[in-house]
């Protein structure tokens, strides 16, 4: 079974503010993906990373940052000098079991950027 | 935009009633999975089909089916429908069958059940 925890439920920070959006995983395979999508008060999921359980190199697109530590099967999220547009939900997800390619998403955490 | 398109965007109908949503995957995609977003159960996989077969299998009702047609658009049939079945209904195409790939979504239909 896996599973993925996102224990921030909401958080809010004044604009241009740094935050981190935490992500927490459970997998018994040992070559698995995850991802992170964001979902804005229209309600589309938008895809943001896709990363592999072999690459535990952090990666940087502009304001945000990803940082993977498979010792404590964390795939954290940062948002750094946050705007508005970044308000949305964003969900942490994970596939593995190679044959059944399904997303297991968390919860979700709501990002409220205070302008 | 994804490239994913999904009709009807909202959805009203009555307890007991059935619906049909549908699903054009990206082009060049041959994977097209669907999802449900609900308050009370959070993004739930239901169902994937891959160049027409079913691939794969969720927490998908009985109540429910789907279907990939030869020219790769999806349906999904949801009858029966009760109060609960209010949600968000995503679909999300990739281009592959294995191994893990990114899956893009679409715009989501919004089903309200009264």
């Known amino acids: 079974a896996q599973k993925v925890t996102q224990a921030q439920t909401e958080i809010s920070v004044v604009e241009k503010e740094d935050v981190t959006l935490d992500c927490v995983y459970e997998t018994r395979d040992t070559t698995y993906y995850l991802f992170w999508y964001k979902q804005p008060p229209s309600g589309e999921l938008v895809f943001l990373i896709r990363r592999n359980s072999f690459d535990e190199q952090n990666e940087i697109s502009g304001r945000y940052s990803w940082n993977f530590q498979k010792s404590t099967s964390s795939f954290n999220f940062t948002i750094t000098a946050s705007q508005v547009v970044d308000s949305a939900v964003y969900f942490c997800?994970?596939?593995?079991?190679?044959?059944?390619?399904?997303?297991?998403f968390g919860t979700g955490t709501r990002l409220t950027i205070i302008p | 935009d994804s490239g994913v398109t999904q009709t009807p965007k909202h959805l009203i109908t009555a307890t007991g009633q059935r619906v049909t949503l549908r699903c054009s995957p990206r082009s060049g995609d041959l994977s097209v999975y669907w999802y449900q977003q609900s308050l009370d159960q959070g993004l739930q996989f239901l169902i994937q089909?891959?160049?027409?077969?079913?691939?794969a299998k969720g927490n998908i009702l009985e109540r429910f089916s789907a279907q990939q047609f030869p020219d790769l658009h999806s349906e999904l049939n949801l009858s029966s429908l009760e109060l609960g079945d209010s949600a968000l209904y995503f679909c999300?195409?990739?281009?592959?069958?294995?191994?893990?790939?990114?899956?893009?979504f679409g715009p989501g239909t919004r089903l309200l059940v009264l």
């Open positions: 999300a195409s990739g281009r592959l069958a294995g191994g893990p790939e990114t899956q893009y």
């Open positions: 997800a994970l596939v593995s079991n190679f044959g059944n390619e399904k997303l297991t």
């Open positions: 089909y891959y160049n027409g077969e079913e691939r």
